[in-house]
């Protein structure tokens, strides 16, 4: 390949405009493109443009490429630009920016090191991790060394001198896609959020394993639109499937090193372009454009089945982590604008990730850069909302987090995105990082208070009590079941943003998933390579007895010899356990979220930080066994219950009293004798049974009462009366193993309970009764 001559840097222009072009590579009908990229240190950017001229070689081998560069224009207000003639969809490129080389001061400008345009709609070819790929001089990190895995990573120099192998052959290509038109606004659902179920699940794991899925499109976009897919979430009664990253994103060297990948992908690459490796081969062997098409005909296909779709967004960091790691994009750019920096000397990031680097939102290009993504997924892709990873980070300020930050203000103003379902996950690790409850209006919140209160009441506390320690209260859980209004209430006015805005879960992506909830005191985390250090060890949770699943149990207690101690006692109140929490979650106030596979007891093996598992302790398994399409009806039936009955629906905040124009308090708290809980029952340390009643809001609507018993023995409940004194039907008992009542309930135990009447709570349970 011809040697590349050196390119002096282009002097800054005297004249300003006032026009900065639409940043990104974007076709003209001229048959060419604009260009433009913001470099605000830069002294000089080319455009890169790269055909595959030998594609017999080797993908890393540089004589496999052609490379042609054109100077852009620039800057103007730090963006350099060009139109550029001849340049047609399909066409690879990349950035090369010239400029200081002086980390010291935050600068990282390596002219050898190919950059990949943030703004990029499609990406082609894999990142390779080795010296090519750092911008600074690098040594190997060999096994053996402390906290080293066992293959060979490359770190660079933190502050060393610029390394100069060209990168080209080593990095992702940018690729030159066509303009889109979006999807007509009326095929959206629109599911009003009191309706709202989300359904957390991962694009590969959903259906790797799905016999009814052809395999080809297994694992894929293509996958998730399916029809046995589509069918399994409108059965459970899903309105909203949230996926876990689908941005294009890279792997952490250190798992590389070790023949792993990062499974979740909160490692984003490319803020624009669609992961490829989750399409189809055939749509990959196409090319950029029809991988977007695969994306973009997924949304289409759920819409069609009236389901949302979210996109679990990572705008807080970047894949390059942290200054001795990868030089890949940004940090070519703008390490200095980019990146969150600590103010000191020699410079040095600012880490409220955890990840290595954050992104600074305290920067206007940053804060252009997400909101550009957002609409472009809203407006070409057509997703109905977002939920923001480690959301904090994205409202930090130099005093710290502000609701009215530039970009939540904008989130809440742009005429395409405000109108969306907009979730936060309302913590990061930085000083003061947990603000659940903080977010504007109409973002809703991952609600972790309400993970931690159900369980605790119904995993830690039992947990404490079968040693015979005391067992907490019940307040906090009584408190998530109403809405949270202590975290979510505060509004000016008050009370604006409703139960809806808390987004309810017991398990997530992150954690161990419902099964070993309930069979894992502790973390088993050995397949990561980390010698089980990682993972959290703040689980709430309780084996029940035994560590780890019965024998043959692939699927949440569903396999192996129960009927054999201990496992004749442990797995059926593990069983009822699960179904605990499940009431507990899809019957609160609030917006539910399960966790893909919760609803089939899929197991992690007691791994809680599964982030680096892409195979069978991650995907979901759908070789059901009879405990597992027993727990499946469970959840089917406790979310048709949810959908059926408005008063499980609450779109506003409880009063405790009547309200304007109705005659009956919208939602009362009984105690085990039936009397009306007052301040002072609710002082009583250690309480465990409680009854809360949920009247129906409008006439003719069923009113719900929902009975807790969280004591290690049965409980006698007295049953209070209904509004308009009709009698109580027992509709759902955790008692029982399915959802309709067992053939052998005893006479004395009716289905149909008059006000006034006593009945036997099982130990740890509930149960649901209407009234008609």
Known sequence: MES???VTPLTRPLARRSHVPPLGVHPTPDGGVDVAVAASHADGVELCLIDVVEPHRDPHDPARYAERRVPLDGPVYGVW?????????????GFRVHGAWDPEAGQRHNPAKLLVDPYARGLAGDLTYGPETLGAV???????????????????????????????????????????????????????WADTVVYEAHVRGLTATHPDVPPELRGTYAGAAHPATIAHLTSLGVTTLELLPIHAFASEPHLVAQGLTNYWGYQTLGFFAPHAAYATRAAREAGPAAVLDEVRGMVHLLHEAGIEVLLDVVYNHTCEGGDDALHVSWRGLDNAGYYLHDGASPAALADVTGTGNSLDFRRPRVVQLAL????YWAEVVGVDGFRFDLAVTLGRTHHGFSPDHPFLVALQTDPVLGGLKLVAEPWDVGPGGWQTGNFPPPMAEWNDRFRDAARGFWLDAPREGSHGRPMHGMRELTTRLAGSADLFGHSDPPLMRGPVASVNYVTAHDGFTLADLVAYDHKHNEANGEDNRDGSDHNLSWNHGVEGHAPGADDGEGGGDTATEPWSAVVPLRRRSQRNLLATLLLAAGTPMLTAGDELGRTQRGNNNAYAQDNAISW????????????LDATRFLLALRAEHPALRADSFFLGSPRPGEDETDLLWFAADGATMD????????????????????????????VLNGALDDAA?????????APWERVWSSSWDRPEPPEDLPEDDPSDEDAGTTTTLEALSVEVFLGR
Not at 626 to 631: E, S, V
Not at 680 to 686: F, L, N, P
């Open 138 to 192: 690098s040594a190997p990190r060999d096994p053996g060394e402390p906290d080293s895995p066992d293959g060979r990573w490359w770190v660079a120099e933190r502050y060393g001198a610029p390394d100069d192998r060209d990168s080209l052959a080593f990095v992702p290509h940018s690729v030159v896609v066509a303009a889109h038109a979006g999807p007509p606004p009326l095929s959206r659902p629109r599911v009003p």
């Open 4 to 6: 590349r001559p050196k």
């Open 620 to 631: 979901v398994s759908w070789d059901l066994e009879d405990a597992a399409r027993d727990l």
């Open 81 to 93: 630009h060009a139109h550029v003639p001849h340049v047609r969809p399909g066409q690879r490129y």
């Open 372 to 375: 550009d993504s957002l609409r």
């Open 679 to 706: 301040r002072e029952a609710w002082a009583v340390g250690g309480r465990r049974v409680v009854q809360m009643l949920r009247p129906g809001p409008s006439e003719g609507d069923a009113h719900v009462l929902l």
């Open 717 to 725: 409940v007295t049953l209070p009366p209904t509004p308009g004194d």
